[in-house]
């Protein structure tokens, strides 16, 4: 399903007109189409219908409550890295007993917390972590279910920043110390080894990765079962690419195909946990234009929106597709322009060159596939209104998070009393 499409010339959000959102609530806002999501996670639980898996949404791509409930509605579970994330899971309406918990910095207050609410599983990651869940465990007087992280040490083949897998990576055990841990957890007091996990990387889009990694990581599923250790949890991460520009991603079939025949005849629970495929193209961040600009022989859109509200451009060099609200006509004349944010930062860059019509002050435009790792990687850098965010389904639409004033950023900030009294 696409999320963002025209309609009588303005481009809306399954029926509604982003134009009507961003004139209630402001710009920049972000818009989410709930019939996207769920029909993404549908996707892979119709390809995984032979053999039901567990998908855990990494909330992490987007926490908003509101759209971690719209995908726990229709069956997922949470990946979660934080104490902060299991609170919010919890919160939308995620059952403990279909959240993990992942990260490499569980603190014992986290681990208390997750023992606490009966989680599904621990995805442990070193051994002063194993160490500390076992402690935290017996205190609490119950046990752990852990699995533990193995690096398998595949490239995904996906910009540095955001790969997992390789061996200098900073996470997981490394595949070779692995036996030993499993037989170090199966006898430490308060722990039960019930799984394998791994996760190589973001925004994978071709499936050599996955299957090399895959295959290394059921290899030590069968060794460690065979050491007499009962594992039944396979949870195979998430890293699903989505389409930002011209990629390809992977069809769900294709990969469930790939998947079933690694497994076949394997007794095991399926997990997986993507993030960025289940949100991303679902949701679309508007912006609006505050000064068309000309300088340096180059011409500038500046808009209300930055990497203080959308930073994957500026960290990852990442590529958001721009459409202005209005559909321009189909003999529009369009001009290179290069489309900047407010921030000061040379960095505060969405592209060059994009092709657009002469938008100007107060024109409306949209950054496509920006559902995922945005809204919660914005900032109040530079003390801007933060964007809102929007949740549609069919012709409803609702707030989800309002937009925050400068005046509430800092509400909570403090002058400590020695500089009350200083005059200013
Ligand atoms: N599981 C683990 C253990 C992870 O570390 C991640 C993502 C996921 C699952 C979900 O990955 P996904 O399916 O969304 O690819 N901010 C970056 C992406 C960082 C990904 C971090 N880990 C970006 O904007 O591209």
């Not at 934080?82 to 910095?105: C, D, M, T, Y």
């Not at 990581?217 to 998430?238: K, Q, S, T, V, W």
């Not at 079939?253 to 998947?259: E, L, R």
Request: proline content about 6%.
């Amino acid at each position: 399903m696409k999320a963002f499409t025209y309609r009588a010339g303005q481009l809306a959000c399954e029926t509604v007109p982003l134009a009507t959102i961003a004139a209630e609530v402001g710009s920049p806002c972000y818009v989410y189409s709930a019939g996207a999501m769920r029909a993404q996670l549908q996707a892979y639980q119709d390809a995984f219908a032979a053999r039901p898996a567990l998908f855990c949404y990494a909330v992490k791509a987007n926490s908003n409550i509101a759209v971690i409930r719209t995908l726990a509605a229709a069956g997922a579970g949470a990946d979660t890295v934080s104490g902060g994330e299991i609170e919010r899971a919890l919160a939308a309406g995620v059952p403990p007993q279909k959240i993990v918990f992942a990260g490499i910095a569980k603190s014992a207050e986290e681990i208390r917390f997750a023992l606490g609410s009966g989680i599904l599983q621990f995805n442990v990651e070193s051994v002063p972590e194993l160490l500390r869940i076992s402690a935290v465990a017996q205190e609490l007087g119950t046990t752990a279910p852990v699995a533990l992280r193995i690096n398998p040490d595949v490239d995904a083949a996906t910009h540095s920043k955001i790969s997992t897998g390789r061996k200098e990576d900073k996470f997981g055990i490394p595949y070779a110390d692995a036996p030993a841990l499993y037989g170090m957890a199966a006898s430490l007091p308060g722990i039960e080894p019930v799984g394998l996990h791994l996760h190589i990387g973001s925004q994978i889009t071709t499936i050599e990765p996955f299957a090399k990694a895959y295959r290394r990581g059921i290899d030590l599923f069968n060794e460690i079962r065979g050491a007499g250790i009962p594992l039944r949890r396979l949870d195979l991460g998430g890293g699903f690419g989505v389409r930002y520009r011209s990629e390809t991603p992977i069809p769900a079939a294709a990969f469930a195909a790939m998947v079933l025949e690694l497994v076949a005849g394997l007794d095991v629970q399926l997990v997986f946990e993507p993030g960025r495929a289940f949100v991303a193209e679902a949701g679309a961040l508007v912006s609006s234009v505050i000064y068309r600009k000309e300088s340096g022989g180059r011409r500038f859109l500046v808009l209300d929106a930055g990497m203080n509200v959308l930073i994957r451009p500026a960290l990852y060099d990442a590529y958001h597709e721009v459409l202005p609200l209005a559909e321009p006509e189909a003999d529009a004349h369009l001009e290179p322009m290069d489309v900047v944010g407010p921030i000061c930062e040379s960095s505060d860059i969405f592209g060059r060159d994009r092709y657009l019509p002469l938008l100007d002050s107060g024109d409306r435009v949209a950054f496509l596939s920006a559902g995922a790792y945005g809204a919660v990687m914005a900032s109040d850098y530079n003390s801007r209104w933060s964007a809102a965010e929007v949740l549609v389904d069919g012709d409803r639409w609702a707030v989800i998070k309002p937009g925050r004033a400068p005046g509430a950023q800092f509400a909570d900030e403090a002058i400590p009393p020695w500089l009350e009294a200083v005059r200013t």
